[in-house]
């Protein structure tokens, strides 16, 4: 049982380091826009500062200008603006008296239900206030003592001027509140403008760098990931990270801001009733924990399937033909709908998740912070201390109540937005941690073309070798085929020496160098390869002949297009090098595509030029006008064929026939066809095959 608590707790502690190092990274790249992010934080705090300094103007109004109305009234003889005429006589409030100013008799004015009443005396106690069948003013003090006064019900055009004495004040702070409004509003706005910049540049920035990663990747890495699930991490993944900085990162941020701001308020105004709403912050901190547990789980299952599903409408849309050819779209669709439906099951879960945890819970914590305060303010300050609560208190812990379960409510609608986030950075982070190479800017002289294999051990996964014990050389000018069934290994030679991959053992030499002393990039650039399934971006000829390299002219490109009898191509097409090329060139015949792809070897003049079965797919009458212009094309390079059809290469200087990963047999044609072996045995099965076709042929 212990071994297994172990488990469990190294586990969690590799996963606890795995989000502290997500996290770090995120903030990394947040601190290169820190000015722009600073500046965010400085205006949420402004914003926030005027925000909830409204309630606070709001409770002045109301205690200072409306409700001191029950102040006591004093007779005057100024006449300025806070001077009221009542019966004959002027009274003015107590509080707005000058220093030393004379005073007369006292009078009060009090609200006894929707009433007030003029009382021309002053009051030793307030307490419970009532009107008498006699119209006697009746309060009930404290300490239960009883104090009768004549009073005068007021009309409202007479309670009126009351009021108004104040209303200047009322204005000035109606002003300073609308004012308020104004900066919270204009500094909201630029915090968010900041941080959508930010953001916005943040994801830009990650996309370049995973996109530019994706270069610097070995092939080796493609061959395990689908292009869809990349696809995913660059896209779908980085727009999720973005979410972070904008909406999730400014709703903890400005959330945050809000509580201490308004705890600090509802500190200022009760430090009892603060300290009891001080317990919403352990329980948001339980919620978070306890939320996230759950959530990360489902959103890591949902990325991943929504990588799934990528992977799986990239490899459909690209294999459309073959799958409507063999009638397999209801075996594909199914596929895919298994997906789906895993996919919108974690999606439910997350809605239930987020349902449970969401305003139900708001408004469970929000009624018990609302029971605490009637229970304070009704239960003790009322019945204990009579007149301690003024109305504009009671308003202002209302208000910031109010305010201040908006930023849990919206701290907690993040959290999905959250969780989705950090599981998407890690993914891409996964991504961006693969080991690559860097691209070199590096230039080398244009070497001769001398390629030497010296014992060469390959293999694709651990010790299963593919290539065992490869020796040859092949000189400047020369072309070596490599001919043997599917399997032989015939492409893992040509992808070592491209340095798709590299030897396990053993080493291979271009002009006495070896190659993997060479960057990449720069050996590559004096190479030209040519694929039995040629790849075409989507543009014009002359961009994918030229791969819109400065360096190469228009008329190169034309020149490179006609040696390899591309000619009556270009006249058929209405824009000749301007045509344009859909996707992979769906537009063009596979002949077609695969002159293009000669032309774009040869226009970058290589010194060793590769041709991967590459007159395969294409019609005799093409192949024959490729086999003419190679043979001008191959003067002074270094060429390589992988070749299934054998009378393709009977002018190679050198044949070596594969099976198994070793060479079996070497020679040029003649020499081998004098062994009576392998190759033999194959031309000679060619050679049927090609007659039997012909008999047909004819007696059709």
Known sequence: MSIDIDIFDLDLNRKTRKELRTGRRLIQYAMRYKIHLISALIMLLIAVGTDIAGPLVAKRIIDEHIAGIERPWYETASRDSYAVSFEGK????AD???????????????????????????????GQRSVTETGQIRITAEDGSVHEYAGKPLQVNEVLPFFMSELSGVLQLSAFYFGLILISALFSYGQRFYLQYSANRIIR?????????????????????????????????????????????????????????????????????????????????????FYRKLAKRYNRIIRSEVSEMNGRINEAIQGMPLIQAFRKEQEIFEEFEEHNMRHFTY?????????????????????????????YFGGVTL???????????????????????????????????????????????????????????QRIERYRG?????????????????????????????????????????SSVLNLLFRFYDPQKGSITIDGIDIRKLPRQAMREHMGIVLQDPFLFTGTILSNVSLD?????????????????????LRRLPRGLDEPVHENGGTLSSGERQLISFARALVFNPAILIL?????????????????????VKKGRTTFIIAHRLSTIKNADLILVMDRGEIVERGDHDTLMKLRGRYYQMYQMQLGESRAAASATTAG
Not at 271 to 284: K, Q, S, W, Y
Not at 549 to 569: F, H, N, W, Y
Request: aromatic share 10%; hydrophobic share 45%; with cysteine.
């Open 347 to 375: 999606r439910n879960k997350m809605l239930n998740l987020n349902s449970l945890t969401g305003w139900n819970l708001i408004g469970v914590v929000r009624n018990i912070a609302f029971v605490a305060m009637i229970w």
């Open 612 to 632: 991967d079965e590459a007159t395969s797919n294409i019609d005799t009458e093409t192949e024959a006008i490729i086999q003419e212009a190679l043979e001008v």
């Open 205 to 289: 920035d990650m996309r370049t760098q995973v996109f530019a990663h994706i270069h610097r990747l070995p092939v080796r890495f493609f061959d395990n990931l689908p292009a869809g699930k990349v696809v995913s991490r660059v896209t779908n993944d980085t727009e999720a990270i973005r979410e972070l900085y904008v909406t999730v990162l400014a709703n903890f941020f400005s959330g945050a801001v809000y509580m201490i701001g308004i705890l600090g308020m509802l500190f200022l105004l009760d430090v009892r009733l603060a300290l009891i709403c001080l317990f919403i912050i352990p329980v948001l901190a339980v919620w978070i924990y």
């Open 96 to 126: 707005r008296f000058a220093e030393g100013e004379e005073r007369g008799s006292e009078a009060r004015i009090l609200q006894i239900g929707q009433r007030f009443y003029w009382i021309p005396q002053s009051i030793e106690a307030d």
């Open 549 to 569: 390299d400065p360096s190469i002219t228009r008329e190169q490109v034309e020149k490179a297009l006609k040696d390899v009898g591309a000619e009556r191509m």
């Open 90 to 93: 002027h009274y003015k409030r």
């Open 383 to 441: 019945t204990g201390a009579a007149g301690f609560v003024t109305v504009g208190v009671l308003y202002a812990f209302v208000d910031y109540l109010n305010r201040l379960f908006q930023p849990v409510v919206n701290i907690i609608n993040q959290l999905p937005n959250l969780e989705t986030a950090l599981v998407s950075a890690e993914r891409v982070f996964v991504l961006m941690d693969q080991e690559g190479e860097d691209v070199s800017e």
């Open 450 to 490: 001398d390629v030497v294999f010296r014992d060469v051990w390959f293999a694709y996964q651990d010790d299963e070798y593919v290539l065992k014990g490869i020796n040859f050389e092949a000189k400047q000018g020369q072309t070596v085929a490599l001919v043997g069934h599917t399997g032989s290994g015939k």
